[in-house]
């Protein structure tokens, strides 16, 4: 009884549901270096979208920053030590969206022998600011396929994004510094560690979270805390927070040791945190005031029956 509930179930699916498609979209090439670009200055880059799809189909492009996955590999990491990361999402402009994928000739293959059925050229704008950090900059272009036909929606969306890179001229240093590691707050049961970071380079940076080892005056680790990720702009200074939980630690001074990896390079700094007394609140209380009655009142109605008497004179 059952399995002939499920026959039924899938001959409905099957004769009332709306066709479901594959879709599979490719790109080539699926990496644009497009060398130099001056500040002030557009460049248009070029590629081309394919797909195997029968269906002819419209294709959505959307902009995202680039991954720094892509520049730990080895013929890209030389650029990571010039790298920007700059938001350059504002910089770029769609000719174009969403484009349509046009029918091409049956003969075309893609290299593991899939037909191309459909293929189209596309061009993006890169206007970049006169203002613009020196440095590599990185973006992407992803793809999202859509029916076109109504009625009809795709099972599968194979997309292979597509990366681009240039470079702004330009003297592009990634460094930076702990200036200092402090005492701060009170949350909860834990004491919250202040760590300023300056940007002593030329280009901005995500600085990952801070490693945060605690020792006490025998020199053994006691604990550890991370702080938040931040953006930091050349010469910008960004305040990080790391939380140690210190419902069991004595009141005392300890060693910290702070250190921060913003994947070129790193920063350390060594410093002096007080667990102190949590100082408490005074309870609320309510303050009475001692009710004066207001004697002007009496004077302005003075005023009032003399100006009425006056008048009725």
């Not at 349509?100 to 593991?112: G, I, P």
């Not at 973006?139 to 009809?152: D, I, Q, R, T």
């Not at 302005?300 to 100006?307: H, K, R």
């Amino acid at each position: 009884m059952i399995n002939f509930k499920c026959l039924l179930i899938v001959i409905f699916l099957t004769l009332f549901m709306p066709r479901i498609h594959a879709q599979s979209v490719g790109v080539s090439p699926p990496f644009l270096d497009l060398g130099e670009i001056q500040p002030g200055t557009t460049k248009i880059a070029t590629f081309y979208l394919i797909t195997i799809s029968e269906q002819v189909s419209l294709v959505h492009l959307s902009k995202v920053k680039g991954n720094l996955d892509f520049l730990m590999k080895d013929e890209h990491k030389a650029k990571l030590f010039n790298y920007s990361e700059e938001d350059i999402l504002p910089w770029i402009e769609f000719i174009n969206n969403p484009v349509e994928l046009k029918k091409t000739d049956e003969t075309l293959k893609t290299t593991t022998g899939a037909r191309i059925t459909g293929a189209r050229e596309i061009n993006f704008i890169i206007n970049v600011p006169k203002n613009a950090e020196p440095g590599y900059h990185m973006g992407m272009v992803n793809f999202n396929p859509l029916a076109a036909e109504s009625g009809k929606m795709f099972a599968i969306k194979a997309v292979t994004p597509l990366t681009f890179i240039f470079k702004v001229p330009g003297k592009a240093v990634r460094e930076g510094r702990i200036l200092d590691v402090s005492s701060g707050s009170y949350y909860n049961n834990g004491l919250l560690i202040d760590i300023f970071f300056e940007n002593t380079g030329t280009v901005s940076m995500m600085i990952a979270p801070a490693d945060i080892k605690i020792f006490d005056k025998n020199n053994n680790l006691i604990g550890t805390a991370t702080s938040n990720y931040v953006y930091v702009k050349p010469g910008e200074l960004k305040h990080m927070v790391a939380f140690w939980d210190v419902k069991d630690v004595e009141y005392g001074k300890y060693k910290v040791i702070a250190n921060l990896d913003y994947i070129s390079g790193y920063a350390s700094k060594e410093s002096t945190v007080e667990v102190y007394e949590k100082p408490e609140m005074p309870p609320a209380r309510v303050v009475e005031k001692e009710f004066i009655f207001p004697w002007w009142v009496f004077v302005i109605l003075i005023v009032i029956i003399a100006a009425y008497i006056y008048y009725k004179r």
